[in-house]
C-alpha cells in the first residue's frame, strides 16, 4: 500500500472507532512520525510505498492511538502557548485551558529579570517556563514527583538559560524557601468521581497529578492556600488553576488565609478556572 492510501485507512479506523474529532489531522500526524516526513514531505512521498520499518512504525502508533493512547504521549511533544514541550506519561499533558493563567500572568506583569517565580505542582515545567521565558527571569520548578521533574528539566534546558531554573522535589512548600514575587500552580484538583468519569485519554494521566485528595478534591488546595501568603514578597501574586465547580471555594480559601484582591479569571468557555490572589489591595489586572 502507498503512503496515502495507509493515511486513508487510518483515517477511517481512526473514525469508525471515535477514537477522535480529528481523525485526518492524526493520521497525518502519525505518518509524519512513523516516516520522519514533514506536511510536504508526506504530499510528495504520497503515493510511494512505505518500506516494511515505517509500516511497522505505523502501524504500532495507530494501534497505540486506537487503544486510546493520547496523541501527546505518542508524538512525544505538545504545543503550550507559544512553545512546546517534551511529554511522556510522567506528566499531565498541557491543555489549552491551562493558557489561561499564563495570559494573566503575562497581562499583568512587566518584564523583569529581578522577578522570582515558583511553579508549583510543575509538571512538565509548561506553565513555569514560558513565564521565565517571557518575563525574562528565574523560576523554581516544584513537584513532588521526582518523575516530572525530570521531564520538567528537559524542558527547562530546551527553553531557558544556564542558571535561570532551579529544580525542586518537594510536596508543595516543605523544601520551599523564601519569598517569590510570584506563585503559579495547576495543583491536582480532580475528585475521585470525576477521574472515573473522565475520557479514556485522561484516565490515561498520572493518577497522582490529577486526584486532588478528600471528598471535593480541594484536599491538596487547602494545603497550598494555608501556606502560600508565608511564601508571597511585598506586592506579590498567586495564581491556582482549578475546576469551575470549585472556583467560589478557592477564591475563600485564599481570602480566609489572608490574601487579598481575589478574584477569578475565565477560560476559552467562560467557566472559572483560575483563582488570583495578591498581598496588597490592589487588584492586579488594574
Known amino acids: 500500500m502507498t503512503l496515502i492510501e495507509l493515511e486513508h485507512e487510518a483515517r477511517r479506523r481512526l473514525w469508525e472507532q471515535d477514537v477522535t474529532d480529528t481523525p485526518d489531522l492524526e493520521a497525518r500526524l502519525l505518518m509524519q512520525k512513523a516516516t520522519g516526513l514533514d506536511e510536504v514531505g508526506l504530499i510528495t512521498h504520497r503515493f510511494d510505498a512505505l518500506d516494511d520499518t515505517a509500516r511497522y512504525m505505523f502501524g504500532t502508533l495507530l494501534g ?14 505538545r504545543g503550550f502557548y507559544d512553545l512546546d514541550f517534551t511529554v511522556d506519561e510522567r506528566v499531565l499533558i498541557p491543555q489549552p485551558d491551562t493558557e489561561t493563567l499564563v ?24 506553565i513555569g517556563i514560558t513565564l521565565a521565558k517571557h518575563l525574562g527571569c528565574h523560576v523554581t520548578l516544584s513537584d513532588l514527583s521526582e518523575d516530572a521533574l525530570k521531564v520538567a528539566g528537559i524542558n527547562a534546558k530546551r527553553w531557558l538559560d544556564e542558571g535561570q531554573y532551579t529544580l525542586v522535589h518537594s510536596d508543595l512548600f516543605e523544601q520551599i524557601s523564601g519569598t517569590f514575587d510570584l506563585i503559579v500552580s495547576n495543583p491536582p484538583y480532580l475528585t475521585k468521581e470525576w477521574i472515573k468519569e473522565a475520557s479514556e485519554e485522561v484516565r490515561r494521566e498520572p493518577v ?9 478534591g480541594l484536599a491538596i488546595i487547602r494545603r497550598l492556600a494555608s501556606q502560600v501568603r508565608a511564601h508571597l514578597a511585598p506586592s506579590g501574586r498567586v495564581w491556582i488553576e482549578c475546576d469551575y465547580r470549585q472556583a467560589a471555594t478557592v477564591r475563600t480559601l485564599l481570602l480566609a488565609n489572608g490574601c487579598l484582591s481575589v478574584y477569578i479569571e475565565k477560560d476559552l468557555a467562560g467557566k472559572d478556572r483560575v483563582v488570583v490572589g495578591a498581598t496588597d489591595h490592589v487588584r492586579a489586572a488594574d
Open 64 to 77: 497505540q492511538r486506537l487503544s486510546g493512547r493520547p496523541m501527546a504521549y505518542i508524538l512525544g511533544h
Open 208 to 216: 497522582m497529578a490529577l486526584d486532588g485528595l478528600g471528598r471535593d
Open 103 to 126: 495570559e494573566d500572568v503575562l497581562r499583568t506583569t512587566k518584564a523583569d529579570p529581578d522577578l522570582a517565580i515558583l511553579d508549583l505542582c510543575t509538571g512538565s515545567g509548561c
